[in-house]
């Protein structure tokens, strides 16, 4: 099993300096990828319920300033050598697809080929409001899904052409193609039936948020959510043995053990291999620390005390 981490882009403490230490230590430790969240405003005062809060709420002040998903992505895959990075996830109806099309095509062959696209919805109406694309929000999902097949066509195609419900083109050039071959692997957020089924349709990875409440998903659920998933593609004719999967939760060093992923290092492993035992191939974690020094001597403890023991 693979571990990487949330890149924290958001809140007083995501500096220049502190990403890019946190960065480079994550690249010379050994852990697999780096992580980044995705919003272009936020908005007081929201009425959309946030889907990964037990409450609905958020906390504005811990999420201000939140830097560029895109641009951060971009300077610290030129400071790096090994490690990958991707969108944990991106809301692709926020950005016309032919541009992040190109801006992942590029940075992909800057970088080695060491990115992966997470791609997701979006949940914040007031945020695409904001945008200029509020009349977009209830047809969000069928964008996602045209905006996936547009990237592909881009990337995999000589001369692409394309006629979809929103967007439509012939006789491109869409040049240079990504280093891998068929583009960044495609990370698909979500747990539900539409997620399910965008990931069979167009993911190579399934990337759901775990032990979150509401979206809980112990190893016995995640599995029975992986069953459903094989047969998912099984009727698409793919094969069920290439699923792969790398949710992304939180990580606690205590000595009171309250949940999942919560504890020891010993019991953190235990926790790793019932999820591998499932089909998890990588875990991403946001690291625990009330400071950044602290942060990063838990990346240094996960390091010599979790990794070793689940590869």
């Not at 924290?8 to 969240?37: C, H, I, Q, Y």
Request: glycine content about 10%; aromatic content about 10%; overall charge neutral.
């Amino acid at each position: 099993m693979q571990i990487g981490f949330n890149l924290d882009n958001r809140g007083p403490d995501a500096t220049p300096e502190n990403m890019l230490a946190f960065t480079l230590a994550a690249d010379r430790l050994g852990f697999s990828s780096l992580a980044v969240s995705d919003h272009i405003v936020l908005v007081r005062g929201h009425t959309d319920k946030y889907p990964y809060s037990a409450t609905g709420e958020i906390d504005l002040n811990a999420w201000t300033p939140w830097n560029d998903t895109l641009g951060l992505i971009g300077f610290m895959a030129g400071k790096t050598e090994r490690v990958r990075f991707g969108s944990s996830v991106l809301i692709l109806p926020y950005r016309n697809p032919l541009v992040t099309a190109k801006w992942f095509a590029t940075v992909d062959r800057l970088s080695g080929g060491r990115l992966f696209m997470g791609a997701g919805t979006g949940w914040w109406r007031e945020e695409f409001e904001a945008l200029g694309i509020g009349e977009q929000f209830a047809e969000r999902g069928a964008r996602t899904d045209e905006y996936l097949r547009i990237c592909k066509n881009l990337w995999t195609q000589h001369t692409p052409a394309f006629e979809g419900q929103f967007f439509k083109y012939a006789n491109l050039v869409a040049e240079p193609k990504p280093a891998q071959a068929g583009g960044p692997p495609i990370w698909i957020g979500g747990h539900t039936p539409r997620a399910l089924r965008r990931m069979a349709e167009f993911g190579d990875v399934w990337h759901p948020v775990v032990l979150t409440p509401p979206a809980d998903l112990n190893p016995r659920e995640l599995g029975e959510k992986r069953r459903r998933l094989e047969r998912l593609y099984a009727e698409r004719g793919r094969d069920p043995g290439s699923i792969r999967i790398a949710p992304k939760t939180h990580l606690h060093f205590t000595d009171r053990r309250n949940r999942p992923m919560s504890g020891t290092p010993g019991q953190i492993v235990e926790d790793l291999l019932a999820y591998q035992a499932q089909g998890v191939g990588e875990f991403i974690f946001y690291v625990p620390g009330a400071s950044e020094p602290e942060k990063l001597d838990n990346v240094h403890r996960i390091a010599e005390e979790i990794l070793p023991h689940v590869r």
